[in-house]
Structures are given as structure tokens and as C-alpha cells.
């Protein structure tokens, strides 16, 4: 390549591939399409440092992302070092073990992160949110209802545009009658929520999908599939 220019330019543009590689000449030049990389590998060695043990990097993969809690984060780093060094089986087991623990932790440590803005804008003063409010958004005025529900409001803080936010899923019926509730650092346990947490819904969306987008490409499951010997008995 000898130089790069820039020129304007109004018209379709063709996104080109080949089966089996993504290398292809056009007018006698060797082509070679880049897609988005996304790949999880061991690193021994980085230019010139050589590790004592085996470093995960990963690149473009969805599975890590800001909106998840950072304890679902630090677990499936380690899911996928299960992954790149033993087998189903034992992702099987280590996924046992975690949602275990999972299970123990309090709301905020597995709330799901996020900045919230437009309260303004969704809030209804009768309904509490209007039609196809965000559900974080949801959540944080469901939260600031239940603070002036119970007249708390001088000793907790509404949640205002622009903050960082954490929610988190709850069991139906309880007071709100609400699935969601948002807070800002921990959820006060005098809104009387903390009983109602959905463990189960919250692991399966910040823990279990995000597992599934490696899972599917290596045709792995989360939990054991029964033979079909195992099934007729």
C-alpha cells in the first residue's frame, strides 16, 4: 500500500465475503475482509514477557460488557479459563458452584449497573411510569415512589438524571407489585424489598445469556442433555 486518500462519495456500499476464508482478489490485488474480532485465547508469552501462568485476553466478546455486575464479570473470566483448559462436563460443575454463591450475595452485589437519564420524560403521576419506559428507568422511578411511599425521602436520596444506577429483578406479588427496582448504592432495606429478590431471573440475565453467546458457538449447554438412552431408560 503506498498511500491512503479520502474522497466524497454518495452511493451503495458492498460488504463482500467468500465461504470457508475471507480472502479474495479483486483486480489482481489480494483482498482480505475484516470482520469484528472477537476471540478468547491464552497468552504464555507478550511481546517479550513471559508469563508464569497463562493469561486469558479477550477481544470484541459481548459476554463482558460495563452493564454487567463486576462479580458475573470476574466469574466468567474464570468460566472461560474452564473452558479453554478442561471440558463441558466440568463448566457444568464450576457453573453449580458459582449460581451457589451467587445465591448468598446481597442485591447490590449483583444488580446490574447503569446510568439513568429521562426520568422526567417516563414518569406518570398516577401509574408511576408511562408506556415503554426502559426498564432501568423503570426501576429508579419505581424506586423514588416507594421513598415517598413510606416517607423516607430525607434519609435516602431520589434518583436524579445522571446518575449510576444498579437493578435488580423481584419475585411477584410484593409492595410495589412492580419485577424491577433500581437504587443508587445499596437497597435500603426499610423499602422492605430485600426478601423479594429474584435470584433466579437475575442469574439467568446477567450470568447465564451472556455464558450463552460462547456456549452456542462450541455447542456446549449450561446444564447436562440426557442421551436419549437416558431418556427411554
Request: net charge positive; charged share 25%.
Amino acid at each position: 500500500m503506498i498511500k491512503i486518500e479520502k474522497y466524497k462519495y454518495s452511493g451503495y456500499v458492498y460488504d463482500i465475503t467468500t465461504r470457508h476464508h475471507h480472502n479474495f482478489f479483486a483486480k489482481g490485488i489480494n483482498i482480505h475482509n475484516c470482520a469484528k474480532k472477537r476471540y478468547i485465547l491464552n497468552v504464555l508469552n507478550n511481546e517479550g514477557v513471559q508469563y508464569a501462568e497463562p493469561q486469558i485476553k479477550i477481544m470484541g466478546i459481548e459476554a463482558i460488557k460495563s452493564s454487567t455486575p463486576k462479580v458475573c464479570r470476574e466469574a466468567m473470566k474464570q468460566m472461560f479459563k474452564v473452558i479453554m483448559h478442561e471440558d463441558e462436563v466440568s463448566m457444568q460443575k464450576a457453573i453449580l458452584l458459582y449460581r451457589t454463591h451467587f445465591n448468598s450475595l446481597e442485591p447490590h452485589e449483583i444488580a446490574a449497573p447503569r446510568g439513568v437519564n429521562h426520568l422526567k420524560k417516563y414518569h406518570d403521576s398516577t401509574t408511576i411510569y408511562g408506556k415503554g419506559t426502559p426498564m432501568h428507568v423503570r426501576a429508579c422511578l419505581v424506586y423514588n415512589h416507594r421513598l415517598r411511599e413510606l416517607g423516607l425521602t430525607k434519609k435516602y436520596q431520589f434518583v436524579r438524571n445522571g446518575d449510576k444506577i444498579k437493578f435488580i429483578f423481584l419475585k411477584k406479588p410484593n409492595p410495589t407489585n412492580e419485577n424491577v427496582v433500581g437504587f443508587i448504592d445499596v437497597l435500603p432495606k426499610e423499602l422492605g424489598l430485600h426478601q423479594y429478590i429474584d435470584y433466579d431471573t437475575q442469574f439467568e440475565k446477567t450470568f447465564v445469556e451472556p455464558l450463552m453467546l460462547i456456549l452456542k458457538a462450541i455447542d456446549w449447554s449450561i446444564e447436562p442433555r440426557a442421551s436419549l438412552e437416558e431418556f427411554f431408560g
